[in-house]
């Protein structure tokens, strides 16, 4: 007979009774249903896969994210007499091999293993061997949020399910409908599982976002207003974890930097000083969080703009899980949207899959400019309505609205005349009337709408596109190197039957910061991304470097020149005749959207050269006199080696040509190809 559940949670875990929600959810595990819980950070998600899997037969696997999550539990369990342990890369062989002998000898309830201990055969062999009766995901945002991308295995998730025949239960802190729709597919086989939804409400935390304006002088005065408090700065990159913890180290805080490149020993570091030391402020990488349960963390600070919503969340929900007070404050920058843009562009992922998170990054920019009460919003988001919270900075300072809507159709209206085939720098050239060599080329200083912006200065302009975005009224096409394209929102915008009204205040321009100088402009970067991304792919399969494929240099070139043809392709950098062979093609079709017309090896390999074009001009003459002058004689070719040979050779006379194609076709195209070898010479 199974224990009962409350006496579970009252003997082992020390609780009275269940926090609202988690009954229900628990019970339901217990039954064997799957199972999706959406549940707030600080909700109790994980007894919710830990109490049913003291209630049933069998071990329970649970697959998570991090080894210091994965270590953290573990350790609490143990601690509260749980048979639990875990299998993971920084375990000893020794430790791992014990671990092995209690699931064989039926001593653990619980195991604890990363997505990648799937790829192996083996892993599902010995979880069939210990009558393994429950698979919990902790943290199942990540099967969309990085199955796409660096960590592929969570993907196979589903795959163990099917394998071992065992119901499955998949926990989160955030999931948006299409993330929650992504999941299911994944791991349910597009089974709907019970699913319960349990608020996103975190009513203590307090909400505030700010343009970059000496994004360290902000982190410092903010920090230096919580001085002595528990905080966590997140960071886009780890050079910028170390640079801000030493500034706050300067400045007289108690900082570390935590980061992936970190040896393990230092991370373990890390989080013990977190977890007991009182005040301590930790720059961090995105991981660092899911695997500290610390209640008391009185404030986040995102120095840089998270990627979406959902990681927006899932970071300032790290905050005040004790449920007192506690604020975040969120940085973002245009530099912080291209560098979003191009993770974006540069993910293997498919192409709507990459819409789909310009759509989520458009979500966050509107968080970031939102003209009302922030919460409000960001709930909506998640499918929830609330009223305003009074605990944000838009609620404190409503922010100064102005009527934008002749200001945004002038935007679409440029968008859709260029055929939704440019980005926001060509469009605001456009719009300023900024002849540029590119928006002459393709007569777009022609257009109506040339000039008819020049009231605002480049500056303000790219704040409005980026408002626009955060309306999620044009958004980047992947299949389009990041062009604008309208969304359907847009449509009664353009047509005047819906007006806009956007932020003032975030349209003044800040103070100019130094800022790394760009590899390629806006409009390129886009296709610069997509570049690289399949020269990673290639890079891969090959096993060699990525600059082995083609240089930086290279790819830059491309980005900008866009070449049409593999004779303008030849023309590139560093593109030499086996990488025109091996790479051309693949990587026009990256640059145009398709293949080029597939050509005979003998013209491939005069791509880029005058002989090229001479061969190109003498087949043009030889289909004219395919059937001769009169058009009535037996049609006759050359083959693409006399073609060729032609081309190289260039005869100045019949006997020449003669020599290289024979007396017959002399006969019927010597004089005409001389006619063109000599043109071509003048």
């Known amino acids: 007979m199974n224990p009962d559940p409350s006496t579970v949670l009252t003997r082992v875990f020390g609780f009275s009774a269940f926090r609202p929600g988690q009954e229900e959810i628990a019970r339901a595990v217990i039954d064997g249903r799957d199972v999706l819980a959406i549940m707030p950070t600080g909700g109790g998600k994980s007894l919710c896969y830990q109490l049913p899997a003291l209630c049933r037969q069998g071990l329970t696997v649970v697959i998570s994210p991090l080894i210091a999550l994965m270590r953290e539990q573990v350790r609490a369990l143990q601690e509260a007499g749980v048979a639990a342990a875990s299998i993971t890369s920084g375990n000893s062989e020794e430790e791992n091999a014990a671990v092995r002998t209690a699931m064989d000898e039926g001593r653990l309830k619980l195991l604890y293993i990363a997505p990648e201990r799937l790829a192996s055969a083996a892993t599902a062999a010995m979880l069939r061997r210990a009558d393994c009766g429950l698979i919990a995901v902790d943290e ?32 989160t802190a955030t999931a948006d409908a299409d993330t929650r729709a992504e999941i299911v597919e994944r791991l349910f086989a597009g089974q709907a599982p019970e699913t319960f939804l349990r608020g996103f409400d975190r009513p203590n935390i307090r909400l505030a976002f700010a343009v970059k304006n000496s994004p360290r002088r902000q982190l410092l005065e903010f920090a230096d207003r919580r001085r002595g408090r528990a905080g966590i700065v997140y960071c886009a990159t780890r050079a910028r974890t170390e640079t801000l913890a030493r500034a706050l180290e300067e400045a007289g805080h108690n900082a570390r930097a935590y980061h992936g490149g970190m040896e393990d020993w230092e991370r373990r570091k890390v989080e013990a000083m977190f977890q007991h030391e009182e005040g301590l402020i930790v720059c961090a990488t995105v991981a660092f969080g899911m695997g500290v349960d610390k209640p008391d963390v009185r404030w986040v600070m995102q120095a840089d703009l998270p990627k979406s919503i959902e990681a927006y969340y899932q970071e300032i929900g790290r905050a005040g899980r004790d449920g007192l007070p506690a604020e975040t404050l969120t940085l973002y920058g245009a530099d912080d949207i291209r560098l979003r843009r191009a993770q974006i562009d540069e993910s293997p992922a498919p192409p709507e899959r990459r819409g789909a998170d310009h759509a989520r990054l458009n979500a966050l920019l509107g968080l970031a400019e939102a003209a009302g009460c922030r919460r409000q919003m960001l709930l909506a988001y998640f499918g929830e309505v609330s009223e305003p919270c009074g605990n944000c900075d838009m609620c404190a300072s409503p922010a100064r609205l102005f009527d934008a809507t002749e200001a945004v159709r002038k935007a679409l209206s440029a968008a859709r005349r ?32 040339f000039g008819v912006g020049r009231e605002f200065s480049k500056a303000r302009w790219q704040g409005l596109f980026r408002q626009i975005m955060g309306r999620d009224l044009l958004r980047p096409d992947p299949e389009r190197h990041g062009a604008l394209r309208m969304t359907e929102a847009a449509v009664p915008v353009l047509r005047g039957e819906e007006s806009v009204h956007l932020r003032e205040d975030t349209l003044r321009t800040a103070p100019a910061r130094a800022e790394p100088r760009a590899l390629v402009s806006d409009e390129d970067a886009p296709l610069l991304a997509a570049l690289k991304a399949h020269r990673k792919a290639l890079a891969e399969a090959a096993r060699v470097p990525p600059y082995i494929i083609f240089n930086d240099r290279s790819l830059i070139e491309m980005a900008e020149k866009r070449p049409a043809s593999l004779d303008e392709f030849a023309c590139i950098g560093g593109v030499g005749a086996s990488k025109l062979e091996r790479y051309g093609a693949s990587f026009l079709k990256v640059i145009n959207g398709e293949e080029p ?37 037996r049609p006759m070719a050359l083959s693409a080696a006399q073609r060729a040979r032609l081309a190289k050779a260039r005869p100045e006379d019949i006997e020449g040509v003669a020599r290289l194609i024979g007396e017959r076709a002399t006969e019927r195209f010597g004089l005409a190809f001389l006619e063109v070898i000599s043109a071509g010479e003048g």
Do not use: M
């Open 597 to 633: 017309q597939p050509e005979h090896p003998a013209r491939r390999k005069l791509a880029g050269a005058e002989a090229g074009n001479l061969y190109d001009r003498l087949f043009e003459a030889e289909r004219r006199l395919e059937r001769g002058a009169c058009g009535t004689l």
């Open 418 to 449: 260029t055929g939704e085939w440019f980005g926001a720098g060509h469009l605001i050239d456009i719009l300023t009337g900024n002849a540029t060599e590119k928006v002459r080329a393709r007569g777009h200083d022609q257009l109506p709408t």
């Open 140 to 171: 199942a945002h990540c099967v969309s949020q990085w199955g796409h991308d660096f960590r592929p295995d969570y993907l196979r998730i589903g795959e163990l399910r099917r394998a071992l025949g065992v119901p499955l239960a998949a926990f």
